[in-house]
């Protein structure tokens, strides 16, 4: 069964930067992260498709934050500047293994244990 790895995450005060990954034990389709906290549904942030590269990104993130892989590695990286109070979350990572929308945390068979990230204004 396929295990993700996530590092990063942490506290920062508004305007910073931080930089979340997320390793995979196998080959996917689709990477992407999302994020959620307490009493709202959970958010897709950003995703990528292995093999093309293309990504997807929210709304409210385009601009600030980027997604990036490295293909060999099955690594995936979240590269997040401009930090908000109102991005602090625990983001989570997720994978597909075969064809899904990227937005779609139900087309997503794996998830991560989570990682919190805090902005302070």
């Known amino acids: 069964r396929m295990q993700l790895t996530e590092s990063g995450g942490g506290s920062v005060q508004a305007g910073g930067s931080l930089t979340l990954s997320c390793a995979a034990s196998g080959d996917t389709y689709a990477m992407a992260w999302f994020r959620q906290v307490p009493g709202k549904e959970r958010e897709g942030v950003a995703a990528i498709r292995r093999l093309h590269g293309s990504s997807w990104y929210a709304d409210s993130v385009k601009g600030r934050f980027a997604i990036s892989q490295e293909s060999a590695k099955n690594t995936m990286y979240l590269h997040m500047s401009s930090l908000k109070p109102e991005d602090t979350a625990i983001y989570y990572c997720?994978?597909?293994?075969?064809?899904?929308?990227?937005?779609?945390?139900?087309?997503?068979?794996?998830w991560g244990q989570g990682t919190r990230v805090t902005v302070s204004s």
């Open positions: 997720a994978a597909c293994t075969a064809l899904c929308a990227l937005a779609r945390p139900d087309h997503y068979s794996t």
